[in-house]
């Protein structure tokens, strides 16, 4: 014990080191606040729909009582993805893609990717939540604490003597990081510790699973620096060395590869989506009315009753060419999809090779942020427009007036994002590359 009371003051006594547990301690408490306040964005524009729906309708009901497919044609119903407190310490792209849809039973397609405005310059700089620390913030702390474990004894002359004294070398130097290590791992227990006092988080398994990934990454980030700690250099090398390394791994592969996966996996469809959706719609406006109705019977057999009213404008006609928008649409939009689960696939694939990838991508899978998760929600709204489409459809038909209509039913509606949190498959591929960097410093080590 005494050992590693002499490691730590020895590690301590500098004031750069504590200068920059005090920083990165600030940095993590910032992104925490950061993220608490996107939640309670977030929460309000909930709350917000829930009291605005219900108003919304009273005076829609007012304005149109008589014409159901006027009301209709404004009237808006809420469709919200319940938040994952989670999403606070990894925000992802939940500050682009909205928690709560507020659609029409008109075309689906038209309104699928609404977005709420955000300052652009916001997003460019991006959130800075506590996984941008972890992962940007953290592995330069490391090597603040480890680029010099081995030379500054080199360059004050007193390596030899710890070489002769000490049991073993591999050991000294294990301890020495091990006492770093254990300084970081406070400091992440404190920043999670706070983030579950003021974001009011459960210590749930996926909670549990964000920490063991963030101690994992930190994990590697030590062993990475033992492996350029056995090259037996200068302090100044090691530092460029790591540097270096740090701004491949964090800013150059990650846009390499994103350029990369962009190439492979183009998205013409994402406007030819768009295209086929307003042409399936109003193309309509100058084709054969009998022709529209067709198809729209093709589609929904069972209101073929209706027949075939083709004399001025009709609600069944209308509804109908908003219809065609998603119809003619389909193998672009399915298209679309597919893409877009080819991009997210091969990003997975490609992040198990690096360790800062594949903790963004984990992050935002426990934190119900991910690309995948956000199109579940769209394909869930998809289902939502279709069940509302099929309850007003007769009674548009019918001419049914809106006071005969129960608004009181139309609450806004819950869409949970499933989490599976598996934390021994997601933490193998750091654990892997922190158990290569041991096996190739340990044999560099007889030779310091």
């Keep these: 014990m005494t050992k590693y009371k002499l490691l730590l003051l020895q590690c301590i006594r500098s004031k750069e080191i504590w200068i920059s547990l005090l920083l990165i301690t600030i940095l993590g408490v910032v992104g925490i606040i950061i993220g608490n306040k996107h939640l309670q964005k977030q929460q309000d524009a909930i709350a917000e729909v829930k009291i605005y729906q219900k108003a919304h309708f009273d005076r829609q009901v007012s304005l149109h009582n008589e014409d159901l497919g ?17 999403s606070g310490l990894s925000i992802g792209q939940s500050d682009v893609n909205p928690t709560v849809k507020r659609i029409t039973i008109k075309t689906f397609e038209a309104q699928k990717f609404d977005t709420d405005l955000v300052n652009p310059m916001n997003l460019q700089s991006g959130n800075l939540d506590l996984s941008f620390v972890i992962i940007y913030l953290f592995p330069l702390l490391v090597i603040v604490l480890a680029f010099n474990v081995v030379s500054e004894e080199t360059e004050t002359g007193t390596w030899r003597l710890v070489a002769i004294q000490a049991r073993s070398k591999l050991g000294f130097i294990i301890d020495k990081l091990l006492v770093r290590a254990v300084l970081l791992l406070v400091v992440l227990l404190v920043l999670f510790l706070v983030a579950m006092v003021v974001m009011s988080l459960s210590l749930n398994t996926a ?16 062993t990475l620096s033992y492996f350029v700690i056995t090259f037996k250099k200068s302090s100044g090398f090691n530092a460029l060395l790591l540097l270096s390394v740090w701004l491949v791994l964090i800013i150059l592969l990650p846009a390499g590869i994103n350029a990369f996966i962009a190439n492979k996996y183009p998205l013409p469809e994402a406007l030819s989506t768009t295209i086929a959706q ?27 009753k209706y027949g075939y009213p083709t004399d001025g404008f009709n609600w069944l006609w209308y509804y109908a060419m908003q219809q065609m928008g998603d119809d003619d649409s389909k193998s672009e939009r399915e298209s679309l999809a597919e893409k877009i689960e080819l991009r997210e696939n091969a990003s997975k694939q490609i992040a198990t090779l690096i360790p800062n990838m594949h903790l963004q991508l984990a992050f935002n899978e426990l934190a119900g942020t991910s690309m995948s998760q956000h199109m579940n929600y769209l394909d869930a709204t998809d289902g939502f427009h279709e069940k509302l489409r099929l ?58």
């Design 391 to 448: 309850f007003f459809y007769p009674k548009i038909f019918e001419d049914h007036h809106a006071d005969t209509i129960n608004w009181n039913t139309f609450q806004p509606e819950y869409y949970e994002s499933k989490v599976v949190s598996k934390v021994g498959f997601t933490l193998l591929p750091v654990l892997f590359a922190s158990l290569l960097m041991m096996v190739l410093s340990i044999p560099k080590t007889r030779k310091l």
């Design 278 to 304: 307003r042409d399936g719609y109003h193309i309509k406006w100058d084709t054969d009315k009998r022709e529209t109705i067709e198809k729209f019977y093709t589609h929904y057999p069972q209101y073929k």
């Design 207 to 222: 909670f549990v699973s964000m920490f063991a990934l963030a101690l994992a990454y930190i994990l590697f980030w030590f």
């Design 70 to 86: 006027l009301l209709l044609y404004y009237t808006k119903f809420g469709f919200i993805n319940t938040l994952n407190p989670l």
